[in-house]
């Protein structure tokens, strides 16, 4: 079984920094892709940056230039550096993962979700 836990959500002012966490946990052989999704208020989940092994990252529009995200592969963690941040990048952020581990291929594995408040 494979757990992702997700850190670095909270409350930063307009034009403020986050830097989010998420580690993948369980018998993991390989990470084929991990990634981090929004949902705000009312709104649909979208993605937001999204990482395969061995291709380049993938951005949203919206966050193009602000966002960077980052695998640390030894650690089986990726991370969202979140720089200038908006009140429209209010949200709920959620890790996303493609694993394989011993007992096989998992896609669409998610945390439990990180809640990032950017307000004066």
């Known amino acids: 079984q494979v757990q992702l836990v997700e850190s670095g959500g909270g409350l930063v002012q307009p034009g403020g920094s986050l830097r989010l966490s998420c580690a993948a946990a369980g018998s993991i052989v390989r990470i084929n892709a991990m990634g981090w999704f929004r949902q705000a208020p009312g709104k649909q989940r979208e993605l937001v940056a999204a990482?395969?092994?061995?291709?380049?990252?993938n951005y949203a529009d919206p966050v193009k230039g602000r966002f960077t995200i980052s695998r640390d592969n030894a650690k089986n963690t990726v991370y969202l550096q979140m720089n200038s941040l908006t009140p429209e990048d209010t949200a709920a952020y959620y890790c996303?993962?493609?694993?394989?581990?011993?007992?096989?291929?998992?896609?669409?594995?998610w945390g439990q979700g990180t809640l990032v408040t950017v307000s004066s």
């Open positions: 990482v395969a092994t061995g291709a380049s990252p």
């Open positions: 996303n993962a493609d694993v394989t581990t011993l007992r096989g291929r998992y896609r669409g594995l």
